[in-house]
């Protein structure tokens, strides 16, 4: 039998060492779906419960293999489906290529069944490539284009492939006019600066006595060179949460994240710095960086376009984050006064203590800061650990120390919901002797993740090591928003709104033949975590935790805090001594170890 563009598409992927696509199947792809009974399932087809998970999966593949994740759905709603998931991987800069159905081509412009422009749906998620194959001799130049564009952009790249086209035959380019053959081999160079941009940047960071560093995702990577930078400036280094697990937390002159979700140590770093060496990210958020004209600012990241945004940065290195910085580690001096990098330190010590006096603060039932504190410790040295968006953002930030082997990740820039799950469903395909964990709101969870724990129930089997956990943090409230709420708009709650039904996770999990614990006092809490390590497959564990503890930023006013406990005591007032108690929390945290308030003009 003759080889179909179908069976090329598969062969190709093949080729180039793609082993599993996540997808959802539709008439729009059949052509690809025979192609893939007579492959045997090679490279193999993982079906999610739905277009999108099957992309944040491609997208949690490739955030924790650092390989390119391929999705594929049917034409129209199901490439429609794909977006958000896409829209999650660009932002987050990570190699994404989604392969889509199409009516066929006789019928186009004939506004037929499940006829969508794609290429006007896909043309600002996959601006760096998007094509339509037409005849076959297009292949494999637009599918090798796509992986190469998406790999070496670290983008979306979109291939569109009509039905009909997906069952012909498939004929290879010829050695003539028109005709575009194309190659596999994909080779890295890793761009440096040039030594006169690299002296400028040692001079600017030389002439600093407080430096203060903030790393993203970029740096990865870069452990040895960050740490022997770091210690030559007597620097301490924030995280972006992208970049969370480029750096241990475990090193005393790690502040932990920067921003809404962060720590006190590195706000008050950035307060206070004089020079800030900025490597691998794109931290959105300026008003936690030095006030303008406070610091002289360096800047390295890998990408040309991405270089001088948020910061009036002083000196722009275009170049990858471990060369670069091990040709600038000559050029820095020591420096030898080590007061401010103590008091860095001393800082941060405080807040570890600070984070453990929170986790044990009284709740009702549980405090949810007490989940992921006695999680951290916990963790395997090899965990793969994602967090969703909401209050389980806020207390992965804080309360969760990556260290060793670890990678952790959320959905960083689009920050949207539901991606938790299906990240470390991604995550495991990619690294099946991997212990993965998701940390779920359940908001998030009745979103997505309810769906995608059948697809869990589907496939563990396969997998070297069953150990997955799926946190859930139930307290039948959309929490973040509704503190949003509270702290910027002064409103108590809005019930119909904010408020969830309850459900069922650990019974659920169960009756999907997977393992389900509930914890719903503190003490269960450990326990819990100590079941859901040692099953012998994946578990769902349920926290019933409470709503009223507050994840007010590191730089709140106390007029802020204020405002956010009126407007709880309005919306509950039966239970306003329990919430006090929270926000009094907060106080021992922005000033511990004394009675004084913080100031109401500035910062607390």
Known sequence: MSQTVGDHILERLRQWGVEHVFGYAGDGINGLLSAWQRAENRPQFVQARHEEMAAFEAVGYAKFTGRVGVCTATSGPGAIHLLNGLYDARLDHVPVVAIVGQTARSALGGSYQQEVDLHTLFKDVANAYCETVMVPEQLPNVLDRAIRVAASRRTVTAVIVPSDVQELEYVAPGHAFKMVPSSLDLTWSAPVPAEQELQRAADVLNAGERVAMLIGQGSRGAVAELTQVADVLGAGVAKALLGKDALSDELPWVTGAIGLLGTRPSYEMMRDCDTLLVVGSNFPYSQFLPEFGQARAVQIDID?????????????????????????????????????????????????????????????????????????????????????????????????????????????????????????????????????????????????????????????????????????????????????????????????????????????????????????????????????????????????????????????????????????????????????????????????????????????
């Not at 910027?488 to 033949?513: C, E, I, K, N, V």
């Open 304 to 604: 040309p376009t991405m270089v001088g945004l948020r910061y009036p940065f002083e000196v722009n290195l275009v170049g990858d984050a471990t060369e670069t910085l091990r040709r600038l580690l000559p050029l820095l001096r020591r420096r030898n006064d080590r007061t401010w990098r103590d008091d860095i330190e001393s800082n941060v010590a405080r807040w570890w203590e600070v984070m453990q006096r929170r986790a044990f603060t009284e709740a009702d039932p549980i405090n949810p800061e007490l989940v992921f504190h006695e999680l951290s410790p916990r963790l395997p040295d090899d965990a793969i650990v994602a967090a969703d968006s909401g209050s389980s953002a806020d207390w992965y930030a804080r309360h969760i120390r990556l260290r060793g082997n670890m990678r952790g990740s959320l959905s960083g820039t689009l920050a949207t919901m539901g991606p938790g799950v299906p990240y470390v469903i991604g995550a495991k395909f990619g690294n099946p002797d991997r212990p993965c964990f998701a940390l779920v709101g359940d908001g998030a969870m009745q979103m997505n993740g309810i769906n995608e724990v059948i697809t869990i129930a589907k496939y563990w089997r396969d997998w070297a090591d069953p150990r997955m956990v799926i946190a859930v943090l139930h307290n039948n409230d959309l929490n973040q928003v509704t503190w949003e709420l509270r702290s910027m708009g002064g409103s108590p709650q809005f019930l119909p709104s904010q408020r969830l039904p309850d459900f069922p996770y650990a019974s659920y999990a169960r009756s999907l033949g997977l393992h389900g614990v509930l914890a719903e006092k503190p003490e269960e809490v450990g326990p819990a975590w100590d079941e859901a390590l040692a099953s012998d497959r994946p578990c769902v564990v349920e926290f019933t935790t409470d709503p009223a503890v507050p994840p007010i930023p590191p730089h709140a006013t106390w007029d802020q805090i204020e405002k956010t406990a009126e407007s709880v005591m309005r919306g509950d007032s039966d239970r306003w001594d329990m919430i006090k108690e929270g926000v009094r929390a907060k106080v021992q945290e922005v000033l511990p170890g004394t009675k004084e308030e913080p100031h109401r003009s500035g910062p607390s």
